[in-house]
C-alpha cells in the first residue's frame, strides 16, 4: 500500500496543474477579447451611432439590429435558431444562419459572405449596408470601401489634405480642410490630439507616415464618434504649436525643437489654444503651400496637380501579364512629379498617395482648393495594337444640357458639373502643348490631342487634361509602358509641355 | 460488452455525427450558391425583340462598332427586318451589337452583356439599364469607354429617328462612370466623331 501511494502523488500535482493553467490561459486572453476597440461609426444628417465591430475570418461584420436602430426603428423580432426575421418599418428583412441570401422586402440579395451568428447576435457583413440601407432608407449612402465608417443621406463630410514640410528648427504640418472647422487641442502619452468639432470627417487617407526627424506620423481618427487627428512626434520634448488660417479651412502646427524661437503673428491668422500637456502657443503662419522642390521658401510657385486614377479595388485596366492600371499610373505619377520638382518652376499636389482610391468629389476639392496651374490626370487602357502610344484629353460634354445654365451667367452656387467650360481654350492649349511634347519622344505614338467626356476633368477649375498611355489591355502585354526609359521620357515631355503651355515663365 | 469496444463504438458514433454535421453545412453552402449571370439573359430578353421582328418592313440598318487603333467608330451595313415599336428596333440594335461586327471591327458590348431595361421618353430620350456584369466586362480605358457608349448612341439614333439621345443606367441607378473613365453622368447625344477635336 505504501508503493501505491507514493506511486500516485506525483500525478495529484498534474492533476492540478492542468485547470490552472486553462484558468491562467483564460486570464490572458479574456482581457484582449474585451478591450478589443474597433468600431464602426453611422453618420447620419443629425446624429452618429457607434456600432462595435466584428472581425471574423479578416471579414468586418456588424451587429443587425443596432444597425438598424442606428438608420431607423426596428420594429418586431422574430428569432428562431437558424432565421431571424426583423421588421424595419413595412419591410421585413430575413437572415438565416450561414446563410449569404438575405431577404429585403421583395427583394434577395446575395452578400459574398454568410451571415453569422457568435454569442447569439446577428451579424452581417459590412457589404450588407451599400446593399440593403438605400433600399431601407431611401437614403444616399456613401461608403468607402475598407473605411468604418458610412455616410446615410445628406450628410456631407468634410475631406482634408496632409503635408509635411521642413523648417529650419523643425517641421511644419499643413492640413487643408474642405470647409472651416473648430478645432480644440489636447496631449497625452506624448501625442497631440487635434479634435475637429462636431461635423463628419472623410479624410482621403486614415493615416500618414513621415521620414521626418520631428513628426512620424498622423493619423486620423473616429472611434469613438468623436472625429480627431493624432500626431505622433518622433521624438520627446518637441513643442506643438498649433494655428489656423483662413478662417479654419487651413491649419498650420510648427513642431520646434525646444526652446522654441520668437516667431512672429501673421496677419490673418487665428491662435489655437495650446494642448494642456504641450508647450504654449507661439503661433507662426506662412502661407499654404504644397510640396515645394526642396522646401525652398519665397514667392509662391504654381501647382500642378497630378492625379493617378483608380487605386484600392478599383483597378482599372488591366495588361495580359497582370500589371494593372492603378499601379501603372501611380508609377507614372511618381515620376512626373520628381521631374516637375527637378525643375524648381512648381509645387505639385498629389490627388492620392498609396493604394487608396478617393472618389471624384475628393480629387476635385482638392485639387480645386489649391487653384492649380494644371490639372492631369493619368491614365492607361485600351488604344488598339500599337504601343506605346499617348492620347491626351480634354473635356468635351457627352450633351449641351447644362449650356443653357451656364449662359444665364453668374450663379448663386458655383455649378462645379459645368466649371471645366470656363477653361475649354486653355485645356486645349495644354493638350496641345503635352501632344508636341510626346511626339518628339522617339518610338511612341503620339495622336492629335482628343476630346471626351472625361469624369475626372469635369469639375476641375483649371485648365485640365487626361493623359491616356496604351495599350494595357488583357490582349497585350505592358513591358513597353513599364519600361523605365519610356515612362521617365514621358514625364520629361510633361515637364518640358507645361513650361511650353505657360509660355516659358512660371 | 468489453470495455474497449464501448469506446470504440463511442468514438464512432461522435465521427459519424460530426459527419452529419458537416454534411448539412456543405449541402446550406451549395443551396446558396448564386445563379452564375450568363449570356442567356441577354439573349433571352432580346430574342423576345428579335421574334417580333417579321413584322416590320425589311431595310438596310447602319450599326456603328469601335475601332480602337483609329481611335474612332467604322459603319457597318447589315439588313434588318424591323420590329413595330421603337422600344423594339432598340432591342434590336443592342442584340446587334451584343452579337459583334461581322467585318472584325471591335466590341461596343461584350457578348455577356445583360440590358434590364429599355424606355423610349417622349421627348426622344432612351433610358438603356445595364447589368453591372454588362460594364464590368467593357475593357476599361478612355478611348475604349468613349467608343463603346458613342456605338451605341450613334447606332441607335441613326436607325430609329425617335432617338434623340441616351442615358446610361446601370442596375436601375445613374452613375458617375463606366469603369473610372467615361462619364455617364449626363444624357449622350449622337456624335459620329465622338472623340476628334473640334475643327
Known amino acids: ?73 426596428v420594429g418586431a423580432i422574430q428569432e428562431r435558431r437558424d432565421t431571424f426575421k426583423v421588421w424595419f418599418g413595412e419591410v421585413q428583412i430575413e437572415l438565416r444562419l450561414g446563410d449569404r441570401r438575405v431577404r429585403v422586402g421583395a427583394s434577395r440579395l446575395i452578400l459574398a459572405q454568410p451571415v453569422r451568428k457568435p454569442g447569439g447576435q446577428w451579424l452581417v457583413p459590412v457589404e450588407f449596408l451599400t446593399r440593403a440601407l438605400p433600399e431601407l432608407t431611401h437614403d444616399t449612402i456613401e461608403y468607402q470601401v475598407g473605411m468604418n465608417r458610412i455616410f446615410v443621406g445628406d450628410v456631407k463630410p468634410i475631406s482634408l489634405s496632409v503635408r509635411l514640410d521642413p523648417t529650419t528648427n523643425g517641421a511644419r504640418l499643413t492640413v487643408q480642410f474642405s470647409e472651416k472647422v473648430a478645432i480644440r487641442t489636447a496631449a497625452s502619452n506624448g501625442k497631440w490630439y487635434l479634435f475637429l468639432g462636431n461635423r463628419p470627417v472623410q479624410p482621403l487617407e486614415p493615416s500618414y507616415h513621415f521620414q521626418d526627424p520631428y513628426v512620424s506620423g498622423l493619423q486620423f481618427d473616429d472611434q469613438d464618434g468623436i472625429p480627431k487627428l493624432i500626431v505622433t512626434p518622433a521624438a520627446a520634448g518637441l513643442n506643438f504649436y498649433p494655428t489656423l488660417a483662413e478662417g479654419g479651412r487651413i491649419l498650420l502646427a510648427d513642431v520646434l525643437k525646444p526652446p522654441p524661437p520668437p516667431p512672429a503673428q501673421a496677419p490673418g491668422g487665428e491662435s489655437l489654444p495650446a494642448p494642456a500637456a504641450g508647450p504654449s502657443p507661439a503661433p507662426g503662419v506662412t502661407p499654404v503651400a504644397p510640396e515645394s522642390p526642396g522646401g525652398a521658401t519665397g514667392p509662391a510657385l504654381p501647382v500642378i496637380v497630378l492625379d493617378a486614377a483608380h487605386g484600392a479595388e478599383e483597378i482599372g485596366a488591366r495588361g495580359r501579364d497582370g500589371i494593372l492600371e492603378k499601379d501603372l499610373v501611380a508609377h507614372l505619377v511618381a515620376r512626373v512629379r520628381l521631374s516637375l520638382l527637378a525643375t524648381r518652376k512648381y509645387r505639385v499636389l498629389l490627388t492620392r498617395v498609396g493604394d487608396a482610391n478617393p472618389p471624384f468629389q475628393q480629387r476635385e476639392v482638392a485639387a480645386n482648393m489649391v487653384r492649380p496651374a494644371a490639372f492631369l490626370s493619368f491614365h492607361a487602357g485600351n488604344l488598339g495594337i500599337t504601343t506605346p502610344r499617348v492620347v491626351v484629353y480634354s473635356y468635351r460634354p457627352s450633351s449641351e444640357a447644362g449650356a443653357e445654365e451656364a449662359a444665364k451667367g453668374p450663379q448663386l452656387f458655383v455649378p462645379w458639373a459645368e466649371v471645366y467650360r470656363s477653361h475649354l481654350e486653355r485645356s486645349r492649349a495644354l493638350a496641345e502643348a503635352l501632344q508636341q511634347k510626346f511626339a518628339l519622344i522617339p518610338g511612341v505614338t503620339a495622336d492629335k490631342p482628343a476630346v471626351a467626356p472625361v469624369r475626372a476633368l469635369r469639375s476641375i477649375d483649371a485648365p485640365s487634361v487626361a493623359i491616356e498611355v496604351g495599350s494595357l489591355t488583357t490582349d497585350e502585354d505592358s513591358g513597353a509602358l513599364t519600361n523605365a526609359n519610356f515612362q521617365q521620357q514621358i514625364s520629361n515631355a510633361i515637364a518640358a509641355g507645361i513650361e511650353a503651355f505657360r509660355g516659358g515663365t512660371s | 460488452m468489453p470495455r474497449g469496444a464501448k469506446i470504440l463504438m463511442l468514438i464512432l458514433l461522435g465521427v459519424l455525427a460530426a459527419g452529419a454535421i458537416y454534411l448539412r453545412v456543405l449541402t446550406r453552402r451549395m443551396a446558396v450558391q448564386p445563379p452564375e449571370p450568363g449570356e442567356e439573359v441577354a439573349r433571352t430578353r432580346l430574342s423576345e425583340a428579335a421574334l417580333q421582328a417579321a413584322a416590320g418592313p425589311s431595310q438596310t440598318a447602319t450599326l456603328y462598332f469601335p475601332s480602337y487603333e483609329q481611335g474612332a467608330l467604322v459603319a457597318e451595313k447589315r439588313t434588318v427586318t424591323w420590329a413595330e415599336s421603337d422600344t423594339d428596333r432598340i432591342r434590336q440594335v443592342l442584340l446587334a451589337q451584343i452579337e459583334g461586327s461581322h467585318q472584325g471591327a471591335s466590341r461596343a458590348l461584350p457578348s455577356t452583356a445583360s440590358i434590364r431595361a429599355v424606355f423610349l421618353a417622349a421627348d426622344g430620350t432612351v433610358y438603356l439599364d445595364f447589368s453591372s456584369q454588362t460594364l464590368s466586362d467593357i475593357k476599361p480605358g478612355i478611348a475604349s469607354e468613349c467608343l463603346a457608349v458613342y456605338a451605341i448612341v450613334d447606332s441607335l439614333a441613326t436607325n430609329i429617328p425617335a432617338v434623340k439621345r441616351v442615358k446610361i443606367l446601370v442596375e436601375g441607378r445613374e452613375v458617375d462612370t463606366l469603369d473610372g473613365h467615361a462619364d455617364l453622368s449626363d444624357f449622350f447625344v ?10
Open chain 2, 190 to 199: 449622337p456624335d459620329l466623331s465622338p472623340i476628334s477635336p473640334p475643327s
Open chain 1, 1 to 73: 500500500m505504501p508503493s501505491s501511494r507514493t506511486a500516485l502523488r506525483p500525478r495529484r500535482p498534474l492533476l492540478l496543474l492542468a485547470p490552472a493553467i486553462l484558468v491562467g490561459l483564460l486570464i490572458l486572453f479574456w482581457p484582449a477579447q474585451a478591450l478589443r476597440s474597433d468600431n464602426f461609426i453611422v453618420y447620419m444628417p443629425s446624429t452618429r451611432s457607434v456600432i462595435p465591430l466584428e472581425v471574423i475570418d479578416q471579414v468586418k461584420y456588424l451587429p443587425l439590429v443596432p444597425v438598424l436602430n442606428a438608420v431607423g426603428k
